[in-house]
């Protein structure tokens, strides 16, 4: 929804060892590999079923299952026993129940996993992981009566100022579709449908209900897509929903080129189009153009000052005041009443809404909502799922900088936890997003339960969360004090979830709806921080947030700096755990963080947030060159590069042999851990073509694995690199090409660490 009638109005008022005991990462993938291959099939296996019950619908009852009869639940026919298809927010958790009316539900069995955010699972760049998380979710999900759970989250993180990139995973389409994969059978696994969203383009907040973004083909094939595609075609995903904005001319939930062309046509998508709650805008684009489900309308009409007696439009997206009539919500959405008479008018439309309703049948069967085996009752708020939660922080907070502080002894005896986000809750934040956490462990709690009454903690926060960001000198005072009576720092500070931006617009950060104003770490910050490693030099900073954070004014005088981004229930544990050395830190950063936010390519090359004037229109000049593509092509200096991450110990890699196949290659190394440390490392490998006919990266991800070594350790790795690999969307041609030439394939630690350098000829 638009800011000025959010979607998501505020709510009324483990261990380690579970992991251990399933043996290494590569047990934990075994799910992956056994779970249904090929769940696009699964969505037409009831076909037979499908079409008898469509055959008994009146054309009433059509247009009754294609549009939301309740906030997040799409009108049943109990006559025919089809019951309401329930959906719930929460790409890291099931929504607190809202009720029918948007007024929200005082529930206390509401309460369950707050997962780490989405970009906290990939920064773990562990596609396991990923199916552990979408587990917890359909679990919880089937536990909370709800058939589908909007998420995951996949657009690309292009700018870095977007307030909703903490619910996407990267800047890389690659590590994109790795991750979305197993997050989408790990849900529908538990007979509950993902829904990944949002499809397409929708990479900022600021004007997301009337931006019209223009975006090469290639770009849009090369980078924008192929996580959707991924989801669709690998994940088999049963759901998608369109975004708020236009895409060329069009809006993108009822665009013909991306709902028509593309997902159903070229990537033969069988499953149901979901639309973001009011991005539908026509009923005649609606029904034409593949949006098969509409979803909150009414609210936007609410929004608006209409009373429930407003009728759509079908064609202005405008609404009209009809005094007098009927209550009925057949008259507050497009694919409602105004669908029905279009239908009426133009029988031709009626194969349309067939389609539409199969697709909503075809989704009730394979989560079992039809058909003789119904879905088992899901588990909520488990041990397991708790062990979950804490494992992904763990794999998923990335050690930036370490001059060998970390980690710290447990023999410490004073530790000054300085920094207003160590106490602060953060699952009640970020819009839709929102959480009602069975219990959240904050960072000052996880150093408490981690040192025990071995040591003396104390907490100063240093800033306060306010309209007012400015320094505030008394808090800063007392934490200074507190620094200098202390052996070691930890500051916790970064940047915070928006509760309600409808009045917090001037500074809410990481939140559905509005985008950051900068880089900068809010309420002075950066004068905190300083004067507090002026106080200590043994200060450990660590930093939440949602994405990118300019550092450069206190990187260089940190001993250490780790990104905890919003890591979950568990999240004070998990920190503690890498902080104190029980865990080795191996997560690697998502996306790129830029030195200052000029250098982004979003600000250097594009447009954001738009073009002044009426309409609205942005063009993607920064074109292919999102993220790390733009660094190391441009030869920018990032503050940290894409796919950095330190540990507590050291690998080498070795021998490395590439062998061309027909239209691929198969890369070889061994990795072997040089330290005295257990750990993991992620070797990522990325492919640049020396000579094109059109220009190309200086490197694309095309690979990587997660590997766990003890001290001393060596293990083989067999990467394979398919035609995909190498390459590029034509634009003339209209379809990917492959090249013949040379290629070389790079190995390393991150995008700027690159560690064994091959070849091959294709």
């Not at 505020?10 to 990462?25: D, E």
């Not at 309740?70 to 309401?84: D, H, K, N, T, W």
């Not at 949602?546 to 999240?571: C, D, H, K, N, T």
């Not at 190394?669 to 640049?688: P, R």
Request: net charge neutral; charged share 20%; glycine share 10%.
């Amino acid at each position: 929804m638009s800011p000025k009638f959010p979607r998501f109005p505020v709510f009324l008022g483990a261990a380690f060892s579970t992991f251990a005991a399933v043996g290494p990462v590569a047990a934990q993938r075994k799910p992956v590999a056994t779970a249904v291959t090929n769940q696009q099939a699964a969505l037409t296996a009831n076909d037979a079923q499908v079409e008898a019950l469509l055959k008994q619908m009146t054309l009433e009852e059509k247009i009754k299952m294609i549009h939301a009869n309740s906030a997040f639940a799409s009108g049943g026919i109990a006559r025919l026993g089809i019951p309401e298809l329930m959906t719930s927010d929460g790409p890291h958790g099931v929504r607190p129940e809202q009720g029918r009316d948007w007024r929200g539900v005082k529930d206390a069995k509401d309460a369950g996993t707050y997962l780490p955010t989405n970009n906290t699972l990939a920064a773990t760049w562990n596609p396991a992981l990923g199916y552990a998380y979408g587990t917890v979710l359909g679990q919880e999900a089937s536990a909370r009566g709800k058939d589908m759970i909007l998420g995951p989250g996949i657009n690309i993180v292009r700018a870095p100022l977007n307030g909703r990139n903490f619910e996407y995973l990267s800047e890389d389409p690659y590590l994109v579709s790795r991750m979305v994969v197993g997050y989408i059978k790990g849900v529908q696994a538990q007979g509950v449908s993902a829904c990944v969203k949002h499809y397409a383009l929708n990479n900022q907040e600021v004007h997301r209900d009337d931006i019209d973004v223009n975006v090469s083909e290639r770009a849009l094939r090369e980078i924008y897509l192929p996580g959707f595609r991924a989801a669709v075609q690998q994940g088999g995903v049963y759901s998608l929903m369109g975004s708020y904005n236009k895409f060329r001319g069009t809006y993108a939930t009822e665009n013909a080129y991306l709902m028509n062309t593309i997902l159903k046509g070229e990537w033969g998508f069988k499953g149901l189009v979901i639309s973001d709650w009011g991005s539908v805008h026509s009923t005649q684009n609606a029904l034409r153009n593949g949006t098969d489900l509409e979803m909150g309308t009414d609210l936007v009409l609410m929004s608006k000052g209409l009373d429930q007696s407003a009728t759509a439009s079908g064609e202005t997206g405008q609404p009209d005041l009809v005094n007098g009539s009927s209550q009925s919500l057949y008259n507050r959405f497009f694919l409602a009443d105004p669908a029905l008479e279009a239908i009426k008018k133009d029988p031709a439309l009626l194969p349309l809404l067939d389609d539409k309703v199969r697709r909503i049948l075809r989704v009730e069967f394979a989560t079992h909502m039809l058909g003789g085996t119904r879905r088992q009752p899901g588990t909520y708020n488990t041990k397991e799922h708790q062990a979950t939660a804490l494992k992904v922080a763990e794999e998923g907070i990335v050690l930036l900088k370490n001059d060998g502080i970390l980690p710290l002894k447990k023999t410490v005896k004073t530790v000054a936890v300085i920094g207003a986000n160590a106490t602060r809750e953060n699952a009640g934040g970020g819009g839709s997003a929102q959480l009602k956490a069975k219990y959240e462990i904050t960072a000052l709690q996880g150093i408490k339960n981690a040192l025990g009454s071995g040591a003396t903690v104390t907490f100063s926060p240093g800033y306060t969360i306010a309209r007012d960001q400015k320094a505030d000198p008394k808090l800063i005072a007392e934490a200074v004090a507190a620094a200098k009576a202390a052996d070691v720092v930890i500051y916790v500070g970064g940047s915070f979830h928006g509760y309600d931006y409808t009045k917090w617009s001037d500074n809410a950060y990481d939140a559905e709806g509005t985008d950051k104003p900068d880089l900068q770490l809010p309420f002075g910050q950066v004068e905190l921080v300083q004067a507090v490693q002026a106080a200590n030099a043994n200060t450990v900073v660590v930093l939440l947030g949602g994405g990118p954070i300019e550092v450069a004014a206190f990187a260089g005088q940190s001993r250490a700096v780790l990104e905890a981004w919003y890591p979950g229930m568990e999240g004070g544990n998990a920190l503690a755990h890498i902080l104190f050395g029980d865990v080795n830190p191996s997560g690697k950063l998502p996306f790129t963080f830029p030195v200052k936010l000029a250098d982004a390519p979003a600000m250097k090359l594009g447009e954001y947030p738009s073009t002044p004037g009426e309409p609205l229109k942005q063009t993607y000049k920064d074109d292919i060159w999102v993220g790390y593509r733009y660094y190391d092509t441009y030869n920018v200096a990032p503050q940290y590069a894409f796919g950095h991450g330190l540990s507590y110990t050291t690998f080498k890699y070795s021998a490395l042999t590439v062998t061309p196949g027909p239209k691929s290659a198969t890369v070889k190394l061994t990795v072997t851990n040089t330290g005295k440390v257990a750990g993991a490392e992620v070797v990522q490998v990325y492919v640049k073509d020396e000579k094109a006919s059109v220009k190309r990266p200086e490197k694309e991800l095309k690979g990587f694995e997660k590997v766990f070594l003890k001290p001393g350790e060596s293990k083989a790795l067999t990467v394979a690199l398919d035609a995909g690999a190498f390459q590029y969307y034509d634009e003339a041609k209209k379809s990917w090409v492959l090249e013949p030439g040379k290629f070389n394939v790079l190995v390393g630690s991150s995008s700027r660490d690159i560690r064994l350098t091959g070849g091959v000829t294709l």
